[in-house]
């Protein structure tokens, strides 16, 4: 069975730019989280799709966003970036986000903002 | 508002002894609660969980204790080995709402051979 799936690994943006973040998850889950981890602030919620609704939602600005689509997959976009926005972008997916089971992190995305 | 805790930035202990890894968290709503090891540069791994109806979860060298009058909980490796050797996180979630994980700021556990 395939893990979680986060493209690309890598990216490097100048400040102002927009981009976009992807994330597979596990075949059979329908729930999609995203966190952003720093050194400074650990690794902190950003949101949760389900059923491609936004179900819950972090105290991130508005300059972040995300959207699920039907086969569960999920995107996520920063616009106008800043350089605090250098951060490794990690998505977790279970089952249905409900029920008590584990979540499975991807291998993240590292974003540089330069 | 740090709702969950882990107060020793880092922990080092000899091959083949026990590992403790401690959590502390102040939401009395977080239900259910689980540890992630990690690497550098990658994803948080799943290694064991606990809900708040249990006290104890085991699962091979790894064992979850958890105090819910004392918002505490902790994780027992036993015996330690050097390839556990990583970030370990703990994260909690209220009752029904696991795909929103509050995590703590993480131990960095050291296993010397």
């Known amino acids: 069975k395939a893990g979680v799936t986060q493209t690309p690994r890598y990216l490097i943006k100048t400040r102002g730019q927009q981009v976009t973040l992807s994330c597979s998850p596990i075949?059979?889950?329908?729930?999609v989280s995203w966190y952003q981890q720093t050194p400074g602030q650990g690794l902190q919620f950003l949101f949760e799709?389900?059923?491609?609704?936004?179900?819950n939602k972090g105290n991130f600005p508005g300059r972040f966003s995300g959207r699920q689509f039907s086969n569960s997959r999920s995107e996520m976009n920063v616009s106008t970036l800043e350089l605090g926005d250098s951060a490794l972008y990690l998505c977790?997916?279970?089952?249905?986000?409900?029920?008590?089971?584990?979540?499975?992190f991807g291998q993240g995305t590292r974003l540089t903002v330069v | 508002d740090q709702q969950v805790k882990q107060n020793s930035p880092s922990l080092s202990v000899q091959e083949g002894r026990i590992s403790i890894l401690n959590c502390d968290y102040t939401n009395s709503m977080f239900d259910y609660f689980l540890w992630y090891k990690k690497y550098p540069a990658e994803g948080p791994t799943f290694l064991i969980s606990?809900?708040?109806?249990?006290d104890k979860n085991e699962d091979g060298r790894f064992t979850v204790f958890l105090n819910k009058s004392a918002k505490h909980l902790s994780l027992h490796i036993v015996p330690s080995q050097p390839g556990d050797s990583a970030v370990y996180f703990c994260?909690?979630?209220?009752?029904?709402?696991?795909?929103?994980?509050?995590f703590g700021q993480g131990t960095t556990l050291q296993v010397k051979p």
């Open positions: 977790a997916s279970s089952l249905d986000g409900r029920e008590n089971t584990e979540a499975f």
């Open positions: 075949s059979g889950h329908r729930s």
């Open positions: 606990i809900s708040s109806i249990k």
């Open positions: 994260a909690a979630s209220r009752a029904g709402n696991t795909g929103k994980l509050i």
């Open positions: 799709y389900f059923s491609e609704t936004q179900r």
